[in-house]
C-alpha cells in the first residue's frame, strides 16, 4: 500500500519531494524581480512616480484596465510584450512548482490500480 504525503513531511529535508519550499521561494524571486524590472523600466520610460507605475504594472498583471494610457507606442509594445512574458512565466513556474508533487500522485495512482 502507497505511503500517505503529509504536509510537514514535505518541509523535511529527507523526504524526496522536501524542495518545495525552495521551489517556492525561487518562484516568488523570479516573478518579483520580473515585476520590478518591468516597473522600473516603464518608470525611467514615462518619468512618473514609482508607485503610480507599481500600480499601473499590477493592474496589467492582474488583466485589469490600465488606470492611465501608455505615453508612448514604444511602452505600449513593451506592456504588451512583458504581459505575454508574465503569462508564460507564470505558468512554467506552477509547472516548476507542482510537477514533483502530480508526478508522486500518478506514480501511487498507478501502483494502486
Request: glycine letters at 2%; proline letters at 5%.
Amino acid at each position: 500500500m502507497a505511503e500517505r504525503i503529509r504536509a510537514r513531511d514535505l518541509l523535511n529535508r529527507k523526504h524526496p519531494l522536501s524542495p518545495i519550499s525552495d521551489r517556492v521561494l525561487i518562484s516568488l524571486l523570479i516573478f518579483t524581480v520580473s515585476v520590478l524590472a518591468a516597473t522600473l523600466i516603464i518608470q525611467f520610460s514615462m518619468g512618473i512616480s514609482f508607485i503610480s507605475v507599481f500600480f499601473y504594472t499590477a493592474m496589467v498583471t492582474t488583466t485589469n484596465r490600465t488606470p492611465f494610457p501608455a505615453s508612448s507606442p514604444w511602452i505600449m509594445l513593451f506592456t504588451s510584450k512583458w504581459v505575454h512574458y508574465l503569462f508564460m512565466l507564470l505558468a512554467t513556474l506552477v509547472a516548476f512548482v507542482w510537477s514533483p508533487i502530480m508526478g508522486q500522485i500518478i506514480r501511487e495512482g498507478t501502483k494502486f490500480l
